[in-house]
């Protein structure tokens, strides 16, 4: 099976963090050493709101939409947070304030990874 983006599984969460789902889109990336940045960043994140990151999603400029991916592996967790570096990242699942409120009424919190973003992290 071949996935239309690209998904990193990090190593497995710790019996005493709960698991938590990161999205990149790489229109707000330029190259492979600020994508590791921006994963630092999700991944202090993570740990400050006692998460372990475990998936990361890289929405690839010109491959198909990953929502689906993305949905999918919100709904097999058990109320996983979403951490984006911004809200930009979710534009292209929809409007970004919109995305968010629907995800946090969903129990599947959206953290923003930025500071100064937006008063999350």
Known sequence: MTTKHREVRTTPSSPSQSSAIGLVSMLFVRDLGELLAVRRKLVVCAATYGFR?????????????????IFTSLLESDGSPLIVPTLHHLAHLGNPLAVRDHLNHSGHPVLVATEGAEPTC
């Open 53 to 69: 990151l475990t998936t990361l999603f890289a929405q690839s400029v010109g491959q198909p939409d990953i929502a689906f991916d």
